[in-house]
């Protein structure tokens, strides 16, 4: 498979673009932002990512969704990105949909996912650092489970119908899909740099059913690798999207800009920094397709994640730091939207790792 | 895939399986293990010569290339697929060659029939070794600042000049060459000729560089005569053809930031144990180096297809060399003082210092990297002059 967009990918891509600039751009982003708001998203939103099919973008057509892939998913994802358009769709869509594929959870939950009408969110991180370390448990509780401990940086966790919840159970880690409203649970949202909400969730007591195991008892690092691949990667192409969208605003800033009687970017030391951000870029951009593509074809991607996830933050790092810098003063205002894209690539790329956590587990996996 | 390159794949790796010696798939040990092919070719391992010679007789040193000019005549999806293949078996390059990488594909574009008939199938073969006559003493990043003459002398040219950097000149059979034959217009008065080495009034003379070895000469033409049937395009439009090469280059030069196939010693060398800084450094640079490892299939796919920016091999070019001069600094790092030994048995002569010192010409020799930086600002980002 060539490493580059399919017509029909790029297809796709245009009528995301086309449509995620019209009915989410980063004023949309503000908006929400000015106004407070408690949801962090829009529903409306949401559903029109519904009605386009979008939703079920991976979902198997047997289950009535599109049937695509991670490519796809990432054509989505990075159009979101370049708009800053807060979204369920990561979580949702990409991450919860392929923990759930081709178990007994679908038939539940994906009707409503394709409707637009649940959002999912993914409680598996602890720590201030994304590490794997599970130490909520789960114990067994008549015909289920009983849920205690404390999950956080939880994206939509405080409005989800649906919570992904990684537990420690007696011969390993199970993971549980647990429908919102559950006595015993609570999420207190908070506010993250970016105006996005993470939610702090707890568990006392939970009680779920049996059949809210996703998979098997102690067997959940199966379903959970493929939610931790497909969101990570997913994280990987909205970044692309950040800094692609930030290192787009630079560079036009570049050739309308005056000073000293002259475009500043006929000046050379400004010049070779955006053509150093442009190798950055695109060298990232063929680390999240590799990715991508091998998930797709169902081989061992997990390295090639990890390079994804890691290249993406330090390409989408510097292209925003590149646009601020070069923005000079008034990329420094809140009335100027570079410093938000600042913002949200500093969220996504805590999401799910960090640099420095893949790059480390691509030496650990060398075994240096 | 088809059934019809599944079959391809079988085939071609029972016959590498048959074909490529035991001895060519192991790493090479320093650039004395290069095959270079050539009138008067050196090997350190008569196997270089077997490898090269079956590869060559079947085309594949030049696998895409049409048949009738010595190539395989391969399609994209079965070149990527020989690639892979000799990826697998950890096989060494049959034959180095600037013809393959520079000189075949400017001939492919422009050459005339005759020129193609009479010098690719020699380049595939190894039987000529070709060198590249581009930079002057004044005339570097500025290449088009040019001044070797080419005076019009009816049939043929009178080559005067001198040029610099000429990488292996000394053991070359022919040169591929930009010579000024009009002196009132920059760019459009360049010309693109071949010619052999061994004519009266080349000589060369080896510069040594800070690595101990001495791959680059000075090139001197006093009075050469070369035929205008050995003109490749049209004359005063050699600028077109050079830096149609000039890509190729690039995309050649840029696989240096690759990690070698077998295993990458920077690993190895990290697996030997390195303090938690230099283990940071290099986890950092091999996410790097594996994400540009992707950006090169993409690079490759998409000019196959047709797909590339034709600036983009400036890109890869930059990218690629500041790479490969970051991984012999770690590498070095690494090594610790094992890798300061410049004569030993046990350091194979300096491998690692010299390899380290050889790379701090990636990012100068064939367009610097600020040159690079330019095009990209200017080709592709578009930005003001």
Known sequence: ?368 | MTDDLETFRAETRAWLEANCPAEMRKPMRGEKDATWGGRNPTYAHPDQKLWMDRMGARGWTVPDWPKEYGGGGLSPAETKILREELKRINARNPLNSFGISMLGPALLKYGTEEQKLEHLPKIARGEIRWCQGYSEPNAGSDLAGLATSADDAGDHYIVNGQKVWTSYADQADWIFCLVRTDKTSKQGGISFVLFDMASEGVSTKPILLISGYSPFCETFFDNVKVPKANRVHDENKGWDVAKYLLGHEREMISGMGLGAAGGDPLIEAARKGVDPILRAQIALFDVRSRAFSAMSERFIDELKAGRAHPAQPSMMKYYGTELNKTRHELMMAAGGSDALEWESDASSHGAAPRAWLRTKANSIEGGTSEIQLNIIAKRILDLPS
């Open chain 1, 1 to 368: 498979m060539p490493l580059y967009l399919t017509d029909e990918q790029a297809m796709l891509r245009d009528t995301a673009r086309d449509f995620v600039a019209e009915h989410a751009p980063v004023s949309h982003m503000r908006a929400l932002r000015d106004a407070n708001d408690a949801t962090g998203f829009s529903r409306d939103l949401w559903k029109q990512f519904a009605e386009m099919g979008l939703t079920g973008i991976l979902i198997p057509e047997a289950d009535n969704g599109l049937g695509l892939g991670h490519v796809e998913a990432g054509v989505v994802l990075e159009e979101i990105g370049r708009n800053l358009s807060p979204s369920p769709f990561l979580s949702t869509a990409v991450a919860a949909v392929e923990a759930l594929k081709g178990t007994a959870h679908a038939a539940r939950w994906f009707p409503g996912i394709l409707a637009g009408e649940t959002v999912a969110a993914l409680a598996i991180d602890e720590h201030a650092k994304h590490d794997g370390r599970v130490e909520m448990r789960a114990e067994r509780s008549g015909n289920g489970f009983k849920l205690n401990g404390a999950k956080r940086f939880v994206a939509h966790g405080h409005v989800a119908n649906l919570l992904i919840v990684a537990a420690r159970t007696g011969e390993g880690t199970t993971l549980f899909a647990v429908p919102n409203g559950a006595k015993g649970f609570s999420a207190a949202p908070e506010r993250l740099a970016d105006a996005s909400l993470a939610a702090h969730l707890r568990f006392d007591g939970v009680e779920v059913d049996a059949d809210a195991v996703i998979g098997d008892v102690d067997a959940g690092d199966a379903p959970l690798s493929r939610l931790l691949a497909a969101g990570r990667t997913g994280a990987s192409a909205e970044l692309l999207g950040v800094g692609g969208g930030a290192a787009d605003m630079t560079v036009n800033y570049l050739k309308e800009r005056k000073q000293f009687g002259v475009l500043i970017g006929s000046f050379q030391a400004l010049q070779h920094r955006a053509a150093h951000l442009y190798s950055e870029m695109e060298v990232a951009r063929a680390a999240v397709l590799k990715a991508a593509q091998l998930l797709d074809s169902g081989q061992d991607a997990g390295e090639a994640v990890s390079v994804a996830k890691a290249m993406t933050g330090l390409a989408t790092t510097l292209a925003v730091q590149e646009g601020v810098q070069m923005h000079g003063g008034i990329g420094m205002t809140d009335e100027y939207d570079i410093g938000f894209y600042m913002k949200r690539a500093r969220v996504l790329a805590e999401m799910f790792g960090d640099s420095n956590f893949h790059a480390n587990a691509l030496a650990e996996a060398a075994g240096y």
